[in-house]
């Protein structure tokens, strides 16, 4: 059986260093116990180097340039996030999106951070559903963008994240029903059996981000047939994060 990968987004939170600390301290307490969960956190930059990860806690970083290095006021490229201890990057969040992020940017990005070998969080998702269903044609278009001229050797390091951003900062019976993600990890898989033929794509993970707790995380994984997930507010409630890491721990 696969290992789960569950990924803790803090966000722009918390405000100081020793809060970063002590909430990464508890987390890496809750998962000494679990076997077969990869689990992830991805602070803000500023926290990176003070937390430290170990065998069972990986560090990630919530974005970083597309360039190597130069004169991009403000920015982090793909090297500082890994020396400071970044074994994954999240790319192409929907808060980032909102901020003006174009599928080019994101595509540049996301090409940065695997030819390095990185391991990549594309994040994908429509801001609203239509009867219609031509939010899977956006979700097509952003993934077809996203992995422009990205060659299937660079697979092995990408990981897919589905938010739908209507779903996202909800309470945790307005997320996404199990049911209808179970439908987004096949048509996902689709397209990118589409994009990268006789290529393996049942290895690329996918997760589910919006709005997970622990009242639905274990559905989600069970039901919504999906590698993992990609968690924002309780991934800072090591309590409840914990529960999340457990719960997917004893999922098949
Ligand atoms: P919430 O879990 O707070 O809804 O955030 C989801 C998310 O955007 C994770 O990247």
Redo the contacts with the bound molecule.
């Keep these: 059986m696969r290992k789960k990968l569950i990924i803790g ?1 803090w ?1 722009m939170n918390p405000r100081s260093a020793e809060d970063a600390r002590k909430i990464f301290a508890a987390i890496k307490r809750k998962a000494a116990k679990i076997s077969s969960v990869t689990t992830v956190i991805c602070p803000p930059f500023p926290f990176l180097n003070l937390l430290s990860p170990d065998k069972k806690v990986a560090l990630g970083a919530q974005d970083i340039h597309s360039e190597q290095d130069g004169a991009f006021t403000g920015e982090v490229s793909l090297a500082m996030v890994a020396n400071a201890g970044g074994r994954y990057v ?1 790319v192409g ?3 980032r999106r909102a901020l003006g992020e174009t599928d080019e940017f994101v595509n540049k990005k996301l090409m940065q951070a695997l030819k390095h070998g990185m391991n990549s969080v594309l ?1 994908i998702g429509e801001k609203e559903r239509d009867e219609g269903g031509h939010y899977l044609h956006f979700l097509n278009a952003e993934l077809v963008a996203a992995l422009n001229k990205i060659p299937s050797t660079h697979l092995r390091h990408l990981v897919i ?1 589905y ?1 739908p951003i209507w ?4 309470k945790e019976d307005e ?1 996404m029903k199990p049911s209808e993600m179970h439908e987004m990890t096949i048509y996902i898989r689709k397209v990118l059996k589409s994009l990268y033929r006789g290529v393996d794509v049942e290895s690329v993970p996918v997760l589910y ?4 707790g622990e009242s639905n995380a274990e559905a989600m994984i069970r039901d919504g047939m999906v590698d993992g997930l ?6 800072l409630e090591p309590e409840a994060f914990g529960a999340i890491l457990a719960l997917a721990d004893k999922t098949r």
């Design positions: 987004n966000k999240i969040h929907s808060e994040c994240a938010e779903a996202i900062g909800k997320a981000g919006g709005s997970i990609l968690v924002g507010r309780q991934s």
